[in-house]
T-cell receptor, first 113, second 114 residues
Framework: AQSVTQLGSHVSVSEGALVLLRCNYSSSVPPYLFWYVQYPNQGLQLLLKYTTGATLVKGINGFEAEFKKSETSFHLTKPSAHMSDAAEYFCAVMKAAGNKLTFGGGTRVLVKP | GAVVSQHPSWVICKSGTSVKIECRSLDFQATTMFWYRQFPKQSLMLMATSNEGSKATYEQGVEKDKFLINHASLTLSTLTVTSAHPEDSSFYIC??????????FGQGTRLTVV
């Protein structure tokens, strides 16, 4: 069975500082990888995804993530945090096209002024 | 991107009553829809996968008779929580898939059973 591990349930960053959210997965084959953001009492919004091709993926709101097969990781970064980035972030994997998503435990980001 | 509308956004019901939550794909046809449950400060737990015109596939531990799922058309799936009890209070989120690797989420429904 697949699993997704997000290191750190809470991350606190200062406005303007680097945001780094870690995600590691366990899978026998490279899966499809996703990052979602959730604001309070709302659904999930896709930030970015990796399916095939370039391993550095750029998403919305200045976020990007790099797929590293050797490390089975898909860490999410943003060079400069903004107050509006305060939210819950979920990493997810899909074993193959058409399969269900498996979510990590989530990381709550707090941005300090 | 595609839009998934979930209704209602929040609902309060009395213990023992049933509640229906709707999930609609507004601008695309969703052959597959997913229903999740999310407890406070926790991740999403997949409850069931719903394919248009067929019975839903429930995850292990999810009561089929408790959480009735209907996917009668390519744009609508419903989740009915039957005989709701306080322990059913939660945040329920639906997701609809248009392409094989793209899933769009509804805004969620906060259910409170009193």
């Amino acid at each position: 069975a697949q699993s997704v591990t997000q290191l750190g349930s809470h991350v606190s960053v200062s406005e303007g500082a680097l945001v780094l959210l870690r995600c590691n997965y366990s899978s026998s084959v490279p899966p499809y990888l996703f990052w979602y953001v959730q604001y309070p009492n709302q659904g999930l919004q896709l930030l970015l995804k990796y399916t095939t091709g370039a391993t550095l993926v750029k998403g919305i709101n200045g976020f990007e993530a790099e797929f590293k097969k050797s490390e089975t990781s898909f860490h999410l970064t943003k060079p400069s945090a903004h107050m509006s980035d305060a939210a819950e972030y979920f990493c997810a994997v899909m074993k193959a096209a058409g399969n269900k998503l498996t979510f990590g435990g989530g990381t709550r980001v707090l941005v300090k002024p | 991107g595609a839009v998934v509308s979930q209704h209602p956004s929040w609902v309060i019901c009395k213990s023992g009553t049933s509640v229906k939550i709707e999930c609609r794909s507004l601008d695309f046809q969703a052959t597959t829809m997913f229903w999740y449950r999310q407890f406070p400060k926790q991740s999403l737990m997949l409850m069931a996968t719903s394919n248009e015109g067929s019975k839903a596939t429930y995850e292990q531990g999810v009561e089929k008779d408790k959480f009735l799922i209907n996917h009668a058309s390519l744009t609508l799936s419903t989740l009915t929580v039957t005989s709701a009890h306080p322990e059913d209070s939660s945040f329920y989120i639906c997701s609809a898939r248009d392409k094989e690797t793209e899933a769009f989420f509804g805004q969620g429904t906060r259910l409170t059973v009193v």
